[in-house]
């Protein structure tokens, strides 16, 4: 299944290790049969490689409604999670970052732990960053295969690579060759999402 203009599919995945995080948090095993819809979202604030910190809240707002595994999330659920790993570049050297979101906020004040993984990016405008925007973004997958590898070359996003695997246990990473860079309010976020199983919605504070 092919997402987007430049957006591979790799046939042989990067192991990938435990990463532990104060969040909600789901069990997976490998080779999990996961059930991922595809759906837009909008990151909530700009992160930048130089000074964004492990443990560092992130959020994004979906764009569209999407049924997965027989739940709804409307238009304007938040994704929730954080910075699970960041690496800023020395000396020009490379850069990167990886995110994990693991809650889906309602707006009717209920949470659900969720799987989500980044299917691909795109900047947030059509300005002199942009390859693409809102209007020319493929529309994301109906349905995610389990065991789908994500290599979304840099000249998308402004010269940022974005890797990701629905059998990872991080959401994806996103990183550049030669120095920092950032992803800003509102870059696109095409995501695979689907309710963790066996945990049900809890209310909000």
């Known amino acids: 299944m092919t997402i987007g203009a430049g957006v591979k599919y790799l ?9 532990g995080f104060s969040a909600t948090t789901f069990a997976q095993t490998d080779n999990q049969n996961w059930q991922l819809a595809g ?3 909008r990151l909530e604030s700009t992160i930048n490689s130089d000074s964004v910190k492990q443990g560092q809240t992130i959020a994004a707002k979906l764009d569209n409604t999407v049924t997965s ?9 938040e994704l929730q999670g954080t910075v699970v790993d960041a690496a800023p570049s020395a000396h020009h050297g490379p850069a990167s970052l990886t995110l994990l979101f693991t809650k889906a906020e309602m707006k009717d004040g209920k949470s659900i732990p969720v799987k989500v993984t980044l299917l691909a990016a795109y900047p947030s405008s059509q300005g ?9 973004m493929p529309p994301p997958p109906r349905h995610v295969d389990p065991q789908q590898k994500v290599d979304q070359e840099p000249g998308l996003l ?3 690579e974005l890797k990701s695997s629905v059998q990872a246990e991080n959401s ?16 696109y976020l095409q995501v695979g999402i689907a309710p963790a199983s066996g945990i049900n919605a809890t209310t909000g504070e």
């Open 11 to 19: 046939a042989l995945g990067v192991a990938t290790g435990l990463l």
């Open 39 to 41: 759906v837009n979202a």
């Open 69 to 77: 595994n027989g739940v709804t999330l409307d238009k304007g659920t």
């Open 128 to 136: 002199e960053d942009a390859t693409y925007g809102e209007t020319l």
């Open 158 to 160: 402004h010269h940022v």
């Open 172 to 187: 994806g990473t996103f990183s550049k060759e030669n120095g920092n860079f950032r992803l800003n309010q509102g870059t």
